[in-house]
C-alpha cells in the first residue's frame, strides 16, 4: 500500500522558527555541532505529497497549491507519497533572488498563475525532511533528516533543488560575506542533534 502522511502533518504544518544572532556561532553552540545554510529570499513553504497529489503550505497556513503550480506539479511527479519537505520557493532573475516577483505570483487565479509560472518561473529549494514513507521524522536529529533529505533528493531535477548545508565555519562566512550579491539574506543554523523544534525558534 502507497503511503499516506502522519495524522499532524495533512494540512497547515507549524514550522520550526529561527532567532537572530549578532555574529556567526562557533561550531559547538548547538547540540552536536552547527550545520550552517543559506538563508533564501523567498517564501516559507511546506509541501506535503500523498496519494492524492500534493499540497503546498505557507508558514501561516495558506494553500500556495494553485498560487505555484509548477511546484505543485514537480512534487506531484518527483516525490514519493507519504513525504513532507520544509523549504523555500523562490525566483531567479539575472543571476539573482527576486523577491519582487515571487510578489508577484501571489494571490493569483488558476489561469493567471499559470501564466505568471510560465513568465516567472519558481525554484523550490528543500532544507528539511518532515516525513518520508509516511512516517513523522520530525523527532530525528538534524542530521539523520538530512541524510535521509538527500537520499530523497538525489533523482530530483529543477525546479525542485536541494539547499546546501556545511558544518565548516570557514566555509558558512565565505557564504555569507559572498552570496548577499546574489540576494542570500544570511544564514540559518542548526544542531546536528537536535530535533525538528515545530513552532519554537530553535534554530
Same mark, same amino acid.
Given at each position: 500500500?502507497?503511503?499516506?502522511?502522519?495524522?499532524?502533518?495533512?494540512?497547515?504544518? *507549524? #514550522?520550526? @522558527?529561527?532567532?537572530?544572532?549578532?555574529?556567526?556561532?562557533?561550531?559547538?553552540?548547538?547540540?552536536?555541532?552547527?550545520?550552517?545554510?543559506?538563508?533564501? !529570499?523567498?517564501?516559507?513553504?511546506? %509541501?506535503?505529497? !500523498?496519494?492524492?497529489?500534493?499540497? @503546498?503550505?505557507?508558514?501561516?497556513?495558506? !494553500?500556495?497549491?494553485?498560487?505555484?503550480?509548477?511546484?505543485?506539479?514537480?512534487? %506531484?511527479?518527483?516525490?514519493?507519497?507519504?513525504? #513532507?519537505?520544509?523549504?523555500? #520557493?523562490?525566483?531567479?532573475?539575472?543571476?539573482? /533572488? !527576486?523577491? &519582487?516577483?515571487? *510578489?508577484? $505570483?501571489?494571490?493569483?487565479?488558476?489561469?493567471?498563475?499559470?501564466?505568471?509560472?510560465?513568465?516567472?518561473?519558481?525554484? +523550490?529549494?528543500?532544507?528539511?525532511? /518532515?516525513?518520508?514513507?509516511?512516517?513523522?521524522? $520530525?523527532?530525528?536529529?538534524?542530521?539523520?533528516?538530512?541524510? @535521509?533529505?538527500?537520499?530523497?533528493?538525489?533523482?530530483?531535477?529543477?525546479?525542485?533543488?536541494?539547499?546546501?548545508?556545511?558544518?565548516? $565555519?570557514? #566555509?558558512?562566512?565565505?557564504?555569507?560575506?559572498? +552570496?548577499?550579491?546574489?540576494?542570500?539574506?544570511? @544564514?540559518?543554523?542548526?544542531? &546536528?542533534?537536535?530535533? +525538528?523544534?515545530? &513552532?519554537?525558534?530553535?534554530?
Amino acid at each position: 500500500m502507497t503511503a499516506t502522511l502522519p495524522p499532524e502533518l495533512t494540512g497547515p504544518v *507549524q #514550522v520550526a @522558527l529561527a532567532r537572530t544572532v549578532e555574529q556567526i556561532p562557533h561550531a559547538g553552540a548547538l547540540p552536536g555541532g552547527c550545520r550552517f545554510e543559506p538563508k533564501w !529570499d523567498g517564501f516559507r513553504l511546506i %509541501v506535503a505529497r !500523498d496519494r492524492g497529489g500534493s499540497k @503546498l503550505w505557507s508558514r501561516r497556513g495558506t !494553500d500556495l497549491s494553485t498560487t505555484f503550480p509548477e511546484i505543485t506539479a514537480a512534487c %506531484v511527479d518527483q516525490l514519493v507519497p507519504g513525504t #513532507v519537505l520544509d523549504g523555500e #520557493v523562490v525566483i531567479w532573475t539575472s543571476g539573482r /533572488l !527576486d523577491f &519582487g516577483a515571487l *510578489q508577484t $505570483r501571489m494571490g493569483r487565479g488558476p489561469r493567471s498563475a499559470a501564466a505568471h509560472a510560465a513568465g516567472h518561473p519558481a525554484s +523550490y529549494a528543500a532544507f528539511d525532511l /518532515l516525513a518520508s514513507t509516511g512516517q513523522d521524522a $520530525r523527532h530525528l536529529p538534524f542530521d539523520e533528516r538530512r541524510r @535521509l533529505l538527500e537520499q530523497l533528493a538525489a533523482a530530483w531535477r529543477p525546479p525542485l533543488n536541494l539547499s546546501p548545508v556545511t558544518d565548516d $565555519r570557514d #566555509v558558512a562566512t565565505e557564504w555569507f560575506e559572498t +552570496y548577499t550579491a546574489a540576494g542570500i539574506e544570511g @544564514l540559518v543554523i542548526k544542531g &546536528g542533534a537536535q530535533p +525538528y523544534p515545530a &513552532g519554537q525558534r530553535g534554530w
